[in-house]
């Protein structure tokens, strides 16, 4: 089917369904394009928290449609790649996460959205990037705190807070692999550029940030600057409406590393959050499937520690960092 079609067809399901899309700026233009509303983690659970419609279409990953299923259990929520996962989430189990917990007891547990529902239901609140430091920050400056799956945000808030919070050592593959040579070499050829980092990206690249922030802090940043030219290390995804928000501004995405040095011809592009193209959109909503499912149990023991991370105010940017 041509695009254009699948478009039409996609908009008309939606109207006749009452069904949502809702996108993350990781997927590819034409799904955002798409979509009824795109946003970064914490928007789209607040989105989804409180759509009217009666099916979720989540255009993301698999934690993402968990969450809006244990926010919304009587919609039916559903997925175009039910096989779009995350290294984060990946990286931390809810077994080995409940040995760690037990190995430390009086200690609270904050976890970052990219997790699994088990280990959310093992957590005393859900972060995302946009709320992390104001969310630690609401606890007692010596509160005995783990923080995980990601060591990247987790090292970055103890630093910007004077915390020693026990991190887990976790990360995503696609901001754990930006080039610090790479980015420095567009520094030169464009030494006006500003460089944007997503607080996952590990301290080296921290570093050289202009403005450490979630996708939409950047988003937000970029926007309100006066500089013409950025250089951006997060999912080159949200190129897509950083350049359609500002029409006369340039963003070069920072190449990402293969290993041992080489430069990596490729962009920096989440696999699992391409999975969501407009023919699986397409076929989930004609079929109403892959359709999403948490047990009941665990969704009772998830709900709370979720409800927490949306009743913390936002857009919470977290602090620039030269
Ligand atoms: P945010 O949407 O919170 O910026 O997180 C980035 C991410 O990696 C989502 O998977
Ligand atoms: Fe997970 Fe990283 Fe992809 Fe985000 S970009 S969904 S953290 S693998």
Request: hydrophobic share 40%; charged share 25%; glycine share 6%.
């Amino acid at each position: 089917m041509k695009k254009e079609q699948l478009k039409r067809e996609i908009r008309q399901m939606c109207k006749d369904k009452n069904a949502v899309i809702l996108a993350h700026y990781y997927t590819d233009g034409e799904v955002q394009d798409i979509a009824d509303f795109v946003g970064d983690s914490l928007a789209l659970a607040q989105s989804a928290a409180k759509t009217e419609a009666d099916i979720i279409v989540m255009c993301g990953v698999g934690f993402m449609g968990e969450t809006c299923k244990i926010l919304c259990p009587d919609k039916k929520v559903i997925v175009p790649d039910e096989d779009a996962g995350c290294s984060l989430a990946d990286s931390c189990k809810a077994e080995d996460l409940k040995a760690f917990i037990d190995e430390h007891p009086g200690y609270k547990v904050v976890s970052y959205v990219n997790t699994t529902a088990a280990v959310k239901a093992l957590s005393d609140v859900v972060v995302t990037s946009s709320n992390a430091m104001k969310v630690v920050e609401t606890y007692p400056k010596d509160a005995k705190l783990i923080f995980g799956p990601d060591r990247n945000l987790g090292s970055y808030i103890n630093r910007m807070t004077g915390r020693e919070m026990l991190l887990w050592d976790g990360g995503c593959h696609v901001h754990g692999r930006f080039s610090l040579e790479g980015i420095n070499q567009l520094k030169k050829e464009h030494p006006e550029a500003k460089v944007l980092v997503h607080p996952e990206c590990p301290v080296e690249i921290q570093k050289v940030a202009d403005e450490i922030g979630s996708t939409a802090g950047l988003l937000k940043f970029a926007i309100n600057d006066e500089a013409q030219e950025f250089i951006v290390a997060t999912e080159s995804g949200i190129l897509h409406k950083m350049q359609e928000a500002c029409k006369d501004k340039t963003f070069y995405p920072a190449p990402p590393m293969c290993g041992e040095g080489e430069k990596c011809p490729l962009e920096n592009v989440c696999q699992y959050m391409r999975m969501n193209t407009l023919e699986k959109l397409h076929a989930a909503l004609r079929d109403e499937k892959p359709e999403v499912f948490v047990s009941a149990s665990l969704a009772e023991n998830a709900l709370r520690p979720i409800q927490k991370m949306l009743r913390t105010p936002s857009p919470l940017p977290l602090k620039g960092q030269k």
